[in-house]
């Protein structure tokens, strides 16, 4: 299996655009977590999802994020209208159960 | 409220003595502790794990100590190589399949 992916690796875009993060998880995996890293917070759980189904979105920090799984193989996070506080590298995960699995992140920064 | 705490950011350790990190946790319900590793421009991976009936697990030159009456636990790597120098995330869980909940992470170098 390849592991978490993610697209895009880094993406770099203008304050106001709409920004649309990737995830694909571990094929059999039914649980999708959504991550953001910063240095002043560490690593944020932001929304994670059950068997596609949004369980608990409590760390999304404010209505310009949104986040979907239309199927059990992909998920995406949408920032609208982006900020430069929005800065900061996102992870996605996967898991079956305890251990989590970890995609590479996508670095966005938002000028 | 942070309920995992790390309070050191960055430990710098001779290569082969030992790294201990360290990390505190508040939620007595917490009954799975797992550490990640992070190396720059990649996902945390993880690296040991300790369920709260146990109060050491070994792995090579891993191990981590539980103790809960302390609320804390702890990382060893014996000896310490270069290619540990990695932020190391501490993370706990409870009731299986809830999210876990991290610590900020300590940024571990070691100096050869």
């Known amino acids: 299996d390849a592991g978490v992916i993610q697209s895009p690796r880094h993406e770099v875009t203008e304050m106001g655009q709409e920004v649309t993060l990737r995830c694909k998880p571990i094929s059999g995996h039914d649980y999708l977590f959504w991550y953001r890293q910063t240095m002043m917070r560490g690593l944020e759980l932001l929304i994670y999802f059950n068997n596609n189904v949004p369980i608990d979105d409590s760390g999304m920090p404010e209505d310009r994020f949104s986040a979907k799984m239309p199927n059990a193989s992909f998920s995406t996070l949408k920032i609208q209208p982006s900020e430069p506080r929005d800065s900061a590298v996102y992870f996605c995960a996967s898991t079956l159960a305890g251990e989590q699995f970890f995609g590479p992140g996508t670095r966005l920064t938002v000028l | 409220d942070q309920q995992v705490k790390q309070n050191s950011p960055s430990l710098s350790v001779q290569e082969g003595r030992i790294s201990i990190l360290n990390c505190d946790y508040t939620?007595?319900?917490?009954?799975?502790f797992l550490w990640y590793k992070k190396y720059p421009a990649e996902g945390p991976t993880f690296l040991i794990s300790?369920?709260?009936?146990?109060d050491k697990n070994e792995d090579g030159r891993f191990t981590v100590f539980l103790n809960k009456s302390a609320k804390h636990l702890s990382l060893h790597i014996v000896p310490s190589q270069p290619g540990d120098s990695a932020v190391y995330f501490c993370?706990?869980?409870?009731?299986?399949?809830?999210?876990?909940?991290f610590g900020k992470g300590t940024r571990l170098s070691v100096i050869a």
């Open positions: 300790i369920s709260s009936i146990k």
């Open positions: 939620n007595s319900m917490f009954d799975y």
């Open positions: 993370a706990a869980d409870y009731s299986g399949n809830t999210p876990l909940v």
